[in-house]
């Protein structure tokens, strides 16, 4: 069982930066691939960016490619999603998720979920 807590949400302005973090606790955290999915009021949940066990393979979803940047510490066992250029539409929940092995863009093979950090762009 992995455990995952993100922090790092916040009210903020369009064009501004900000960091989140998901801290995990639990064993043989380098086994599973790591991602980002985020869901506004009233919209599905949508895949944002994911990264291979290793880190060395990372995807992102159109909307946020080129303005944010997935890592990994294996030893700290933390995911770091570095997000610039927000604009309003980047407002919405941001939720941390595990899933063993492959990485995946599909949030039903994910099996460990964070509770949600809030991210707020004002226009």
């Known amino acids: 069982q992995l455990y995952l807590v993100e922090s790092g949400g916040a009210l903020v302005q369009a064009g501004d930066s900000l960091n989140l973090s998901c801290e995990a606790s639990?064993?043989?955290?380098?086994?599973?691939?790591m991602a980002w999915f985020r869901q506004a009021p009233g919209k599905d949940r949508e895949f944002v960016s994911a990264v291979s066990l290793g880190g060395a393979t990372t995807v992102y979803a159109d909307s946020v490619k080129g303005r944010f940047t997935i890592s990994r510490d294996n030893t700290k066992m933390t995911v770091l999603l570095e997000m610039n250029s927000l604009k309003p539409d980047d407002t919405a929940v941001y939720y941390c998720?595990?899933?063993?092995?492959?990485?995946?863009?599909?949030?039903?093979?994910?099996?460990?979920w964070g509770q949600g950090t809030q991210v707020t762009v004002s226009s």
């Open positions: 639990g064993p043989a955290f380098i086994s599973y691939a």
């Open positions: 998720a595990a899933r063993r092995m492959r990485l995946s863009q599909s949030e039903n093979e994910y099996t460990y």
